[in-house]
């Protein structure tokens, strides 16, 4: 287990200060922040239930379920039983880009509601997958990259946030097929 814990800060320390540079630590404390992307996420789920039809309109609900979920999972459930302390706090030699969060590292509440996100609009709109997952990947990353997640915190949530999403999309799923099923006329003699 020593030697896992040993990989993951090596790597953290690779991506934090040996990937460093102006550009990045510009961009990543940006990134990073998710009061810079809250409002175009509430302008794109509020255009999806006015302007998306059906689809989108159930889209919107599916997200704020599996979000809502996929946010207590992380931070109500796993990141009090683990209580893994940040790099920020007991790594020497890292650089910290923005503000000591005091909950606890693991798993990545911004990698699990991202990959969610992700992977729920993903199955929703193929089309556009490469970017979802590129974005995910990149606010994901960006939380290795300020300072304030190992890379296998960052991992952990986004397999959480994609496991809740895939199980929201195969839940919804059935539930539509079966109203689909209750709505067509069954055949078969009627007396």
């Given at each position: 287990m020593n030697a896992l814990l040993e990989i993951d800060k090596a790597v953290f320390l690779f991506i934090n200060r040996s990937l460093a540079n102006p550009v990045s630590d510009f961009l990543m404390p940006l990134i990073t922040e998710e009061d810079h992307y809250r409002?175009?996420?509430?302008?794109?789920?509020?255009?999806?239930?006015?302007?998306?039809?059906?689809?989108?309109?159930?889209?919107?609900?599916?997200?704020?379920?599996?979000?809502?979920?996929?946010?207590?999972?992380?931070?109500?459930?796993?990141k009090?039983?683990?209580?893994r302390t940040r790099p920020c706090f007991i790594v020497e030699g890292m650089r910290l880009l923005i503000d000591q969060p005091n909950s606890p590292s693991y798993p990545s509440s911004h990698a699990a509601n991202m990959a969610a996100m992700a992977t729920l609009f993903s199955g929703r709109y193929p089309r556009?997958?490469?970017?979802?997952?590129?974005?995910?990947?990149?606010?994901?990353?960006?939380?290795?990259?300020?300072?304030?997640?190992?890379?296998?915190?960052?991992?952990?949530?986004?397999?959480?946030?994609?496991a809740v999403a895939w199980l929201g999309l195969?839940?919804?799923s059935r539930v539509a097929r079966f109203w689909k099923s209750r709505k067509t006329p069954q055949s078969g003699?009627?007396?």
């Open positions: 409002i175009p996420i509430l302008i794109i789920w509020a255009a999806l239930i006015l302007f998306g039809g059906r689809k989108g309109a159930m889209t919107a609900v599916l997200s704020a379920l599996v979000l809502g979920i996929d946010d207590q999972i992380v931070n109500f459930w796993i009090p039983m683990v209580g556009w997958k490469a970017v979802f997952i590129g974005t995910a990947a990149l606010i994901a990353y960006s939380r290795i990259a300020v300072g304030v997640h190992y890379p296998s915190d960052v991992l952990a949530g986004a397999a959480v946030g994609t195969c839940i919804s003699g009627n007396p």
